[in-house]
């Protein structure tokens, strides 16, 4: 690969087992991508946010095209473990389990799209800060990608007395009943997942305007999750319509991804 640095054998991530506690593959795998030599830290509340997650914590530094990456590392590498390592621990003393990786880049949406897929992350995180997180609105589009939604929102929260909000907004052609059947079905699964029936609501609105509607609803929340809707992870993770969900409530935004392409398929 010409354009990241790839950590050599005595550069791998930090696994020890102090940062992985109880099943990992029990867990929803979760990419936490910072900019971690641009000042960008991980806001307040995320660890208790992603106390139950297995997180991937992403530092990464774009470079300019005449910089080779073993340079830069060689350069600000000791810097940005050291940045790393103290936020895993935060992640850590949570309860999460964490992986770490430091990538020096030239290209950063390809270098996120390869972390998630590596790594299988069942979503993408966009921080923001929050106090501990109490309510969650959970924006459903329709059955496509439902099953990896409610896999992560049971994942994180089950067990918790963290509440979940099941939002859907009617399609053109979709009447209350069919939504309410949707709904429904995705609060069972939820159940079945371990949270109580209780901590799991539901509400429906029309409206012509999805994201400004997610963004209203999501003020009465600590975080919103998500699906992705752009054929690109990245142009929805740092573009559209997470971005702006997410800078309009100013709280974090969980980014539930699609399945990975089978055998064959490329990534990118």
């Known amino acids: 690969m010409t354009n ?33 030599l641009e000042g960008e830290s991980m806001p307040d509340g995320t660890s208790e946010l992603l106390a139950n997650a297995r997180v991937i914590l992403l530092g990464y530094h774009v470079i300019p095209e005449q910089t080779a990456a073993e340079q830069a590392r060689e350069q600000f590498g000791e810097t940005a473990m050291k940045k790393l390592d103290e936020f895993a621990d935060r992640l850590t003393a949570a309860g999460a389990a964490v992986e770490t990786r430091l990538v020096f880049t030239h290209e950063e949406q390809a270098t996120i799209n390869r972390i998630i897929y590596e790594h299988d992350c069942l979503a993408v995180l966009v921080p923001n800060s929050i106090d501990d997180p109490e309510s969650v609105l959970v ?5 496509v990608g439902v099953e990896r939604t409610t896999q992560l929102v049971a994942g994180l929260f089950a067990g918790t007395d963290v509440g979940v909000t099941l939002y859907h907004i009617l399609g053109p052609e979709e009447n209350e009943g069919d939504a309410e059947t949707l709904l429904n079905g ?63 409530f100013l709280g974090p935004v969980l980014v539930v991804q699609r399945e990975q392409p089978g055998d064959g398929d490329e990534a990118n």
């Open 4 to 36: 990241e640095h790839t950590p050599t054998a005595d550069e791998q991530p930090k696994t020890d087992d102090d940062r992985q506690q109880g099943e990992d593959t029990e867990r929803p795998t979760v990419l936490v991508p910072l900019e971690v």
């Open 139 to 143: 924006a459903v589009r329709g059955t």
């Open 186 to 248: 995705v609060q069972t699964d939820l159940v079945e997942r371990g949270m109580k029936s209780e901590a799991v609501a539901t509400r429906i609105e029309q409206t012509e305007t999805p994201i400004d509607a997610i963004a209203r609803v999501g003020e009465e929340h600590d975080a919103v999750v998500m699906g992705e809707t752009d054929p690109s992870v990245t142009t929805f993770v740092f573009g559209m319509p997470s971005k702006q969900v997410s800078e309009r």
